[in-house]
């Protein structure tokens, strides 16, 4: 008889995660939605992106729980700033988010879609809206300046409007290189009118203005960049 | 109601005129098609005319002056005739039938089989349209679509009914001939993981229930119906347990000519559908026909299945 007891020998939890998606993707047992989103790949990717970026996300409350929303956040080179939107939304509420942006070319576009990148038009902003998802609208890029939203043009909330969808503004704070994000979700920007081209007008310059004021508190003091 | 239905002797058109028989709604059915009907019928009365003779295609639509018309009649490149004849019985067909319908005095609405190969999978092209996306073709059979719709409009307008363009996802069932389903039954299977998009399917069943539901509807306009959810090239190839094999650029020349040498040619709708993807919108079909189509995936899982071919004695059929 043995002197050591025996003990029955458990595989890291990250082992059998992969073991167990490997089996899925053999044997197709797994969902991809219309737009090409696959969860179960994101699942998998999950313990990546969480070496690679940090978030801490303020304002959960702001995101509506079901129904689509437009979600118009800022960015600076537009590497990080989609994943960080998306993952820490997901993190914060289970949602995924659809950023807008993906190219048609293969295989960027198609790998992208998998997680969650959609085509930059107002129709396919419209279905997903219309589909209750949360779409990610970046808004133009500013590259000098960190604390700085960019512009933002009424075509591309338009659809939210004539969904009748909330547009929530979002700052995502940190530094391309660094692992440390911030996102500030703020209260979802209420067209002042009803109708008609000033309401999309209002509603643009209303959410690069809070857009911007996220950005202004959530950003602490930099020396050097 | 008088009912005619084209393309009766395909597995979908038999499988409406099917269900027309079992509604009391409907009084008189007529179908036409070039083929004899692939079910047993029982109150149809069925004329066999090649889509290209005309004359006696306008002289039987004239004769019977039906209330509706489902026009089925439409031929899927390589599913039953190969792509040129396909793309020219499609063509003569509707000219011939929607033309003599529009001089029909009792017709009160037309259905038209098309499919949601009209919206064209161009680069750039939205993912999931709805009914109110531009008609934008890129194959040859999604032109034949268009030019079906278009022939559709025009008769509609002329006699002043309601048109529905039931716009399906790729039919696919356990006898339905279909290039994709034959495509994907195949042992080994050319796939693009790498620039595939998920597509949607339709069953043949469900097809048949839209068409019907359709004709009594009445409704004026495009509908898409699509089964729910979506699936990729890849991911039917292993839920079929067949063996992937990655193709890209000019290797899917390769894979097309090897298909075809196999028995499963692909025309260019269905090879654009397992890499450029193709689903559509399809809630607004859902909710004027009332018709909820199965999964795509079971759709998938139920066409590998191959199900055994239930006999049915004389004897069983009158004592059920």
Not at chain 1, 114 to 129: A, I, K, M, T, Y
Not at chain 2, 175 to 180: A, G, I, K, L, N
Not at chain 2, 253 to 261: D, P
Request: charged residues 20%; glycine residues 10%.
């Amino acid at each position: 008889m043995s002197a050591f007891p025996s003990v029955p020998f458990e595989a890291p939890s990250v082992a059998r995660a992969t073991a167990s998606a490997v089996r899925r993707r053999l044997s197709g047992d797994y969902d991809v939605d219309e737009w090409g989103l696959d969860p179960d790949l994101i699942s998998t990717f999950d313990p990546l992106f969480a070496l690679r970026w940090s978030i801490r996300v303020v304002g959960t409350e702001n995101l509506p729980t079901i129904g689509g929303a437009l979600l118009v956040f800022n960015r600076r080179l537009g590497i990080s700033e989609p994943w960080v939107v998306a993952r820490g939304v997901r993190q914060a509420t289970g949602r995924f988010v659809r950023t807008v942006g993906a190219p048609d070319h293969a295989p960027v576009g198609p790998v992208l879609r998998r997680f969650g990148g959609v085509l930059d038009r107002p129709d396919e902003v419209s279905g997903l809206l219309g589909a209750g998802q949360l779409v990610g609208m970046p808004m133009g890029r500013d590259v000098i300046n960190r604390e700085h939203a960019g512009a933002l043009h009424v075509a591309r909330v338009r659809a939210a409007i004539d969904r009748g969808c909330p547009v929530v503004p979002v700052a995502a704070v940190g530094r391309e290189l660094g692992r440390e994000w911030k996102l500030v979700i703020g209260a979802p920007v209420a067209p002042r009118r009803k109708a008609g081209p000033l309401a999309a007008a209002e509603l643009v310059e209303a959410t690069r203005a809070a857009v911007q004021l996220q950005l202004d508190d959530g950003q602490s003091a930099s020396w050097w960049w | 109601m008088r009912v005619l239905v084209t393309g009766m002797g395909g597995e979908l058109g038999t499988r409406v005129v099917n269900l027309f028989e079992h509604d009391d709604s409907v009084t008189e059915i007529c179908g036409i098609d070039a083929y004899p009907p692939r079910r047993r019928i029982h109150r149809v009365s069925f004329h066999r005319i090649d889509p290209v003779d005309r004359r006696r295609t306008v002289a039987v639509v004239r004769e019977f002056d039906p209330e509706v018309i489902v026009h089925l009649g439409v031929y899927e490149p390589n599913a039953r005739l190969a792509g040129a004849a396909a793309q020219r019985g499609t063509a003569a067909s509707a000219v011939s039938v929607l033309g003599a319908a529009s001089s029909c005095p009792s017709l009160r609405s037309i259905v038209v089989r098309s499919g949601i190969e009209v919206y064209g999978r161009g680069r750039g092209s939205v993912s999931r349209p709805d009914e109110t996306v531009a008609v934008r073709p890129t194959s040859p059979f999604g032109n034949s679509l268009a030019l079906v719709e278009r022939v559709a409009r025009e008769a509609a307008q002329a006699a002043d009914v309601p048109v529905s363009f039931i716009r399906c996802a790729p039919i696919v069932g356990p006898s339905f001939p279909s290039p994709v389903g034959r495509y994907l039954r195949l042992p080994v299977v050319a796939v693009n993981p790498l620039a595939e998009l998920p597509f949607s399917l339709l069953h043949q069943e469900d097809a048949a229930h839209a068409f019907v539901a359709a004709a009594a509807a009445a409704h004026d306009g495009p509908l898409n119906v699509c089964g729910t959810g979506a699936v990729t090239a890849s991911q039917a190839v292993r839920i079929g347990r067949r063996v992937p094999l990655p193709v890209m650029g000019p290797g899917w020349w390769w894979a097309s000519k090897a298909a075809e040498l196999l028995g499963a040619p692909l025309p260019p709708h269905a090879q654009q559908m397992l890499v450029r993807g193709g689903v559509a919108d399809s809630d607004r079909g859902r909710a004027v026909l009332g018709v909820e189509p199965r999964a795509t995936r079971d759709v998938i899982e139920q066409l590998y299945r191959w199900e055994p071919v239930a006999m049915v004695s004389a004897a069983e059929r009158r004592a059920s």
